[in-house]
């Protein structure tokens, strides 16, 4: 079965610094990656998708995530975070065709220090 | 704006209360879907649409019922509330192909079952 884990519930960094948020999936077939951000009282906004080619994707806002197939990971990553990131980030794993049934981690949520 | 809409954005019922939610997409997407947030869980599926005619279930059905009304609109039925089904709901919308950017979010209805 499909599966997304999302291994850290809750990260704080410091304004200026830089990100790393950690995906690790379970899928059967080529997986069709995702990440997600929720503000707080709203829905999710898609900030960036890898379905195949060049596995480094660049996203919204000044995010990347990194498809690694020989760790099953697809982690984000951002150079230097702003306060406005602070958020809940969603990572997902699908099919792309027929129904988009997509499987969604955990979530992290980012603190940032001013 | 072009999107997706939930209605209501906020809800309390009763135990054994009845109530349906609504969800509209305007962007002539095929597949929509119902999700339900809950702390530390990420996000679970409910049941989905993967073309106007066709629902079918997901990872967590029990207690919930759907109708595509037609190619815009999909809505959720709880039957008979209970508390464990308090919780944050989403409708989604998607496209297929690697054209489509994923699901489109609504905003979420915020549900709570005393």
């Known amino acids: 079965a499909q599966s997304v884990t999302q291994p850290d519930i809750h990260i704080t960094v410091s304004e200026g610094a830089s990100l790393e948020l950690r995906c690790n999936y379970s899928y059967g077939a080529t997986p069709y990656l995702f990440w997600y951000v929720q503000s707080p009282g709203q829905g999710l906004q898609l900030l960036l998708k890898?379905?195949?080619?060049?596995?480094l994707v660049q996203g919204i806002k000044g995010f990347e995530a990194e498809f690694k197939r020989s760790q099953s990971s697809f982690n984000l990553r951002k150079p230097s975070v702003h306060w406005s990131d602070a958020a809940e980030y969603f990572c997902?794993?699908?099919?792309?065709?027929?129904?988009?049934?997509?499987?969604f981690g955990q979530g992290t949520r980012l603190t940032i220090n001013p | 704006n072009a999107g997706v809409t939930q209605t209501p954005k906020f809800q309390v019922l009763k135990t054994g209360q009845s109530m349906t939610l609504q969800c509209a997409q305007d962007m002539n997407h095929n597949s929509m879907y119902w999700y339900r947030q809950d702390p530390g869980m990420g996000l679970r599926l409910i049941y989905y649409?993967?073309?106007?005619?066709?629902?079918d279930k997901g990872e967590v059905p029990n207690g919930y019922n759907v109708s595509r009304l037609n190619k815009r609109e999909f809505s959720l039925r709880l039957e008979s509330a209970a508390p464990s089904q308090t919780s944050v709901y989403f409708c989604?919308?998607?496209?297929?192909?690697?054209?489509?950017?994923?699901?489109?979010f609504g905003s979420g209805t915020r549900l709570t079952v005393v």
């Open positions: 997902a794993v699908g099919s792309l065709w027929g129904a988009q049934k997509l499987v």
């Open positions: 649409s993967a073309s106007e005619g066709t629902t």
């Open positions: 989604a919308s998607s496209d297929i192909g690697e054209g489509s950017y994923g699901y489109t």
């Open positions: 890898y379905f195949s080619g060049d596995t």
